[in-house]
């Protein structure tokens, strides 16, 4: 939604990897960076995945407040809770390059 607005060109940003080709070819002025979880350029936040928008809240507590705040949201969010317990270490989705979240 954000890319169609013109608020991304020439700009870097992220989505789910599973929409990065589709992206691509709507918005090729775009530097799309689908293996990024959070991007940050000019005031303008993005972020790629079904839960991320919960680290991008952090990232925002962090740079606003300070580290020790963000720690503290991340504990009251509890986000182990979001874990199943029949697969407590979830697979990596293709095209990432890092676990997002380890139970």
Known sequence: M????????????????????NFKRLFPNIDLQPDKLITAERG???????????NLILF?????FD????????????????CRPDKPKPARAPGLTTQLLTC
């Open 44 to 54: 303008i936040y993005t972020n790629g995945g079904a839960y991320s928008f919960l």
């Open 67 to 82: 580290r020790d705040t963000a720690i503290f949201c991340s504990k009251i969010f509890h986000l182990r809770a979001l």
């Open 60 to 64: 925002l507590v962090e740079k606003y």
């Open 2 to 21: 954000l890319a169609a607005t013109g608020l991304l060109e020439g700009k870097t940003c992220s989505t789910h990897w599973n929409l990065a080709a």
